[in-house]
C-alpha cells in the first residue's frame, strides 16, 4: 500500500477496538489490501466504503466493548524493573549514537530550566514582600487621592496632629502611629560615632519613628523594652546589625550615639531590634524619636505641614470602605478650618474638599500599584508579568527543540518502532516508552539546569541587584522541582511519543514511512514561535540601549564630568571656608562650590511657590528653591542667558536670585532682569537667568528653579582638570586630613552620580539583552534541527539535483529559503508587539529616542543573519554531500 493510500482512521480506530485481538493483525492486513485494490480500482469512495463495510462484517453480532482477556503472551508492563532497565539502556544506546543531537537536547532544555529557576527566584521573592506580619491583613498605610486643576494627585505625607485625632476620634482603629523620613529635618544619612569615639562614620537609613509604629510593625526587640523603646526625648532604637558594628560584644542599651558631631544633643540607645528581613518594604537602621520633637514651632499642631507617614492597625472585622468613606469627616472637620484660618482660596479648598482616603495593605506597599511619591524603593508588577512571561516562553523554546530534534530524527526510530510492532509490542507500550525516555531527559535536564542556575546566580544577583538564595531547605523544594520534572518531560514528550509510536510496520518495512511532511507546518509554527519570542526581546534590547546612549550623551545644561562631590562637610563648621579655599589652592582644582542641591536624584531638594507682585495665590507658580555659593554657576558651568552671577563683594546680592528659563516662562516675565519675585522668605531682585538644566531624572519635565544666594554645607563641588585623578584625589585627601583627621573622606562623581539615577534603566537593559541572547541561542538550536530534519528529508532531491547539474548555490537558496521565510514571518509578527511593548516603556520618559523603524531593521537583519548562519551549516553539509551515497541508500 502506497503511504498516502489508507483506509480512514475512524473506521480503522473501531476495528482495532472492537475485533476480537487474537486475529485482530490478520484481519487489519486483508482489509487494508483489499482497501488498497479497491482504491486502485474505483478511486478513494469506493475504497473508503467497501472498507468500511468489510469492517462491520468482521466485527462480532451485539458488538461492545469487551473485557479484555489475559493475552497468551502477556505484554510486559512498561513500568516493570525489567521494562524500565530496558528504556534505560534504549536512551543509554541513543545517546551513544546521536551524541550531538542529545547534547543539544538536554542542553537546550538545561539552559530553559535554568533561566526559569532563577526567574522564579526573582518573582517569588518580589511577591513575598511584608508576608511577615503575622497580623498583616489589618495593617495599613493611609494614602489620599486628590484632584486639582482637573489633574488627579495621590499623596502619602499628612501633618502631624493626624495620627492622634484617628486614634483619638475613630474607634476602628486599633493603633495609629506614624514616621517622618524627610532628609532636611534629619532622616537619612549621618555622621555617626559613639560618644567614646572620635572618629565619625557615614551611615544611612535613619528616620524619626513614634512609639506607637514598632508595635503596629510587630518589631521583634532583642534588647530594651519595646513598650517604652521611644517614649523619651533623645532615644534610639537601631538595629542588630548596627547594633553589632558600633557596640560590637557589648550591651549597647544605655549607651550615646553623637550624630553629625552635635554633642549638645546625644541619642541614648533604647533598644535593639532584628534586622529587617530583605523582603521588607521598611528598612531604616536608626529609629530615632519623636518624643518632645517638632520640627518648626507649633509643627505638631499644624494641620499645614504635611511632613508624616501614617501607619494603622484596624479592629478585626472592620469595614475598610466604610471606614474609608468615614475618614473624609477629617478633612472637613480640620483640614479645611485650618486652610480657611490661613486664608486659603477657593481653589486650595476645593482641592482639600476632593480629599478621598485610601487605606492601602501593608502587604501591597513594595509593589504600590497605586503609584504613590513615598521615597520608597519599589518592585515594579509589570516587570514581574514580563520577567514571568520570559521564564514560560524561554522554557517553551527549550521545548520546542526537544520536540523538533525527536520528530527531526524520526526516520532513525521509524525502524525501531516497526520491529517493536512486528514482534508484538502495543502502541501504549511504545508511547510509555517515549514518555520514559522524555522524562528521563528532564530529569537530567532538571539536574543540570539547577546546578547551572546556582552556577549563574552570583551573576543573575548582579544583574537584578538583589541577593537570592536557593531555599534548599525549604521542604517544598524537591517535590516543585519532581512536579516540574514530570510536567516538562510531558511537555516535551506527548507530541513526538505519539507520532513516533503512530508508525504502521508494514510500511516501515517497505521503506514507505512518511517522515513527516503532514506535521511540517506544525514545526514550521513551532519555528516561528520561537523567532518571534526572540525577535521582540531583540527589538527590546536595541530601544533600550539606544534609549539609555541617549541619556548618557543628552546636553544637559551642566558639565557633570570631573567634577568631584565631597560630602559630610557639614562636620568642618566653621573650618568650611578654610577648607575651601585651601582646595583653590591645588593646581587642578579649577572651581570649588558649597552647596547640597546637585543636578541628580537623591540629593537635596526644596520645592515652594513663586509668584510675582499682583499675581493671585491660585497663579502662585510651584518651584524649586536652592541656596548655592557665588561659584556654582561657574563650577557646574551653568549658562548665563541673561544678567550676572553672583558676587561675594556684592552685598545686596543677599537679597538677588537667578532663576532658570522654564521659571521666566512660568511667571511671563518678559524683562526678568531687575524685577522682583517673591516666596515665603521674602521678595527677590532677579540679577541672572540660567539656561534650563536637568537636575531631576529626564522621566521628568524640567521644573521652574531659583537659585538663592545662601548656606547649604553638607557637600561641596569641587571642579578640576587634570590627567592623573588619583594624584589629584590624594592631594584632596591630603587636605581634607588637616581640617578633620578624625573624620574618613568621602566622595564621589558627578557624572557617576548622574549615570547611577539610571541604574534601573540599565538593569532592565542587561536583562533584555541576556534573555534576548539566551532565546536566539535556543530558538537557533531548534533551527539547527529542523534545518537537519530538512536536509536528511530532501536527501534524495538534493542528490538527484546535483547530478542534474545544480548548481552549490542553487541547493544552498533551495534550503536555507524556507527558514528565512519563516523567520521573516516572524518578523511580522514580532514588529508590532515589539513596537506597542516599547512604546509603552518609553512613554515612561519625557525625554525619549523616536521609536523609528531603523530599530526594527537592525533587530529583523540580526535576527535573518544569526538564522542564516545556524542553517548555513547542514546547508552546505547537504549540499558536499556524495549523491551516489545517498541515492544508493534509496
Known sequence: MKSDVKPPRWARWLLTRLHPDDTLEEVEGDLDELYAHDYARGGKTQATLRYVLNVLSVLPPFVRRRKRKRDYYQQPSTLTLAMLRNYFKIVWR???????????KIGGLSTGVAACLLIALFVRQEVSYDQHYTAGDRIYRILEFS?????????????APLARTLQAEYPEFEQVGHYNAV????????????????????????????????????????????????????????????ADTYFPGQNPIGKLLILNNDKQRQYR???????????????????????????????????????????????????????????SGVVKKYFMPAASREGANHEEMAWLNSFRFKLQPVRAIYLNEDRVQDGLPHGDIRYIWLFGAIALFILLIASINFINLSTAKSANRAKEVGLRKVVGSLRRSLIGQFLTESL?????????????????????????????????????????????????????????????????????????????????????????????????LIVGTFTIARQMHFILNKKLGFDKEQVLVLQGTHTLANQLTPFKNELLRLPDVKQASVSSFLPVEGTKRNNGGMWTQGMQDHEKV????WNVDDAYVKTLGLKLVQGRNFSAQMLTDSQ????????????????????????????????????????????????????????????????????DMAATLQSVTNVWKQFSPYQPIRYSFLDEQYASMYNDVQRTQRIFSSFAGLAILIACLGLFALSAFMAEQRSKEISIRKVLGASLNSILGLLAG?????????????APIGWYLMSNWLNDFVYRIPLGWEIFLLAGLSTIGIALLTVSFQSIKAALMNPVKSLRSE
Open 622 to 625: 510651584s518651584s524649586q528653591h
Open 147 to 159: 484632584s486639582f486643576r482637573g489633574e488627579v494627585g495621590s499623596g502619602v505625607h499628612f501633618p
Open 269 to 327: 540607645v533604647s533598644g535593639v531590634i532584628e534586622d529587617f528581613p530583605v523582603t521588607s518594604h521598611f528598612q531604616y537602621n536608626f529609629l530615632m524619636t519623636l518624643a518632645g520633637k517638632e520640627f518648626g514651632e507649633g509643627e505638631q499642631t499644624n494641620w499645614r505641614n504635611s511632613n508624616y507617614i501614617n501607619y494603622v492597625r484596624v479592629r478585626s472585622g472592620t469595614d475598610i470602605g466604610q471606614l474609608e468613606h468615614k475618614l
Open 94 to 104: 541513543n545517546l551513544a549514537k546521536e551524541k550531538l543531537y542529545s547534547l543539544i
Open 440 to 536: 528521563l531527559f528532564s530529569s537530567v535536564s532538571v539536574v543540570l539546569g539547577l546546578l547551572l542556575a546556582n552556577l549563574l546566580l552570583p551573576y543573575f544577583n548582579g544583574l537584578v541587584a538583589k541577593s537570592l538564595v536557593f531555599p534548599w531547605r525549604e521542604w517544598w523544594l524537591f517535590p516543585v522541582l519532581a512536579i516540574g520534572t514530570l510536567l516538562l518531560g510531558l511537555l516535551a514528550g506527548l507530541y513526538p511519543a505519539f507520532y513516533l509510536s503512530a508508525f504502521q510496520p508494514m510500511q516501515v518495512l517497505k521503506g514507505t514511512v512518511s517522515r513527516g511532511s503532514k506535521h511540517a507546518s506544525t514545526r514550521s509554527l513551532l519555528v516561528v514561535f520561537q523567532f518571534t519570542v526572540s525577535t521582540v
Open 183 to 242: 532628609e532636611v529635618f534629619g532622616a537619612g544619612s549621618q555622621e555617626v560615632r559613639r560618644s567614646d569615639a572620635l572618629e565619625s562614620t557615614h551611615d544611612d537609613g535613619f528616620v524619626y519613628a513614634s512609639q506607637e509604629l514598632l508595635s503596629i510593625l510587630q518589631l521583634p526587640f532583642l534588647q530594651g523594652n519595646p513598650q517604652q523603646a521611644l517614649t523619651e526625648p533623645n532615644t534610639i532604637v537601631i538595629t542588630k546589625r548596627k
Open 656 to 723: 538677588s536670585v537667578i532663576i532658570n528659563e522654564s521659571l521666566v516662562k512660568a511667571l511671563h516675565l518678559r524683562h526678568p532682569i531687575g524685577q522682583r519675585i517673591f516666596n515665603w522668605r521674602g521678595g527677590w531682585t532677579v540679577i541672572g537667568v540660567v539656561e534650563d538644566f536637568h537636575f531631576n531624572s529626564l522621566k521628568e519635565k524640567i521644573q521652574p528653579m531659583g537659585l538663592f544666594l545662601g548656606r547649604s554645607p553638607n557637600t561641596i563641588l569641587v571642579k578640576v582638570a587634570t590627567q
Open 818 to 830: 524556507n527558514f528565512i521565510k519563516l523567520v521573516l514571518i516572524s518578523f511580522g509578527i514580532a
